[in-house]
């Protein structure tokens, strides 16, 4: 368990990979602050408190059952259109998506700019921007637009979830 002052960070298996998942003391409440999507060569470490265990938990559950809904206090990130954005994909059901374009339409921004903040997302998975997909296929993932490690980790959910 690494800890700097009030943050600790943990690694949790995953089918896809490993997790990374930081929580973080705000305001004297424990919320989890970054999500990373790890390879399957980085070393574990364990939940080292409640919050990291219960989300490790909650993940397990979702892995199983991909109708899951994750329930953990978020630290306050991004800016107000970021926020659109996320918020716009929280109301995404699983097994659905939508596209760029559908949100922009929704948020009233441009699908370039919903894919920048789906990019910019700290909590993968809680936030499922993997959900949101280009009018022609599946889009890129987390910046990323070649067939790589992300992209792969976004075909898996999608499967997972019963899309693809």
């Given at each position: 368990?690494?800890?700097?002052?009030?943050?600790?960070?943990?690694?949790?298996?995953?089918?896809?990979?490993?997790?990374?998942?930081?929580?973080?003391?705000?305001?004297?409440?424990?919320?989890?602050?970054?999500?990373?999507?790890?390879?399957?060569?980085?070393?574990?470490?364990?939940p080292?408190?409640?919050?990291?265990?219960?989300?490790?938990?909650?993940?397990?559950?979702?892995?199983?059952?991909?109708?899951?809904?994750?329930?953990?206090?978020?630290?306050?990130?991004?800016?107000?259109?970021?926020?659109?954005?996320?918020?716009?994909?929280?109301?995404?059901?699983?097994?659905?998506?939508?596209?760029?374009?559908e949100?922009?339409?929704?948020?009233?921004?441009?699908p370039?700019?919903?894919?920048?903040?789906?990019?910019?997302?700290?909590?993968?998975?809680?936030?499922?921007?993997?959900?949101?997909?280009?009018?022609?296929?599946?889009?890129?993932?987390?910046?990323?637009?070649?067939?790589?490690?992300?992209?792969?980790?976004?075909?898996?959910?999608?499967?997972?979830?019963?899309?693809l």
């Amino acid at each position: 368990m690494s800890s700097l002052g009030s943050i600790e960070y943990c690694v949790i298996s995953a089918p896809f990979g490993h997790l990374g998942v930081q929580t973080e003391l705000v305001d004297g409440s424990l919320m989890i602050s970054k999500i990373d999507y790890l390879p399957p060569d980085t070393a574990l470490i364990s939940p080292g408190n409640a919050l990291a265990k219960a989300f490790s938990k909650q993940c397990a559950q979702y892995f199983n059952d991909a109708s899951t809904i994750f329930d953990v206090p978020l630290k306050p990130a991004g800016t107000a259109h970021q926020q659109k954005v996320w918020n716009a994909t929280l109301a995404i059901e699983t097994g659905k998506t939508m596209t760029y374009g559908e949100i922009a339409k929704q948020i009233k921004s441009g699908p370039r700019a919903v894919g920048t903040a789906c990019g910019a997302n700290p909590y993968p998975l809680v936030t499922p921007c993997h959900r949101v997909v280009s009018a022609q296929g599946l889009g890129g993932f987390m910046k990323e637009d070649s067939p790589g490690f992300y992209r792969q980790i976004k075909i898996w959910l999608l499967k997972h979830e019963g899309v693809l």
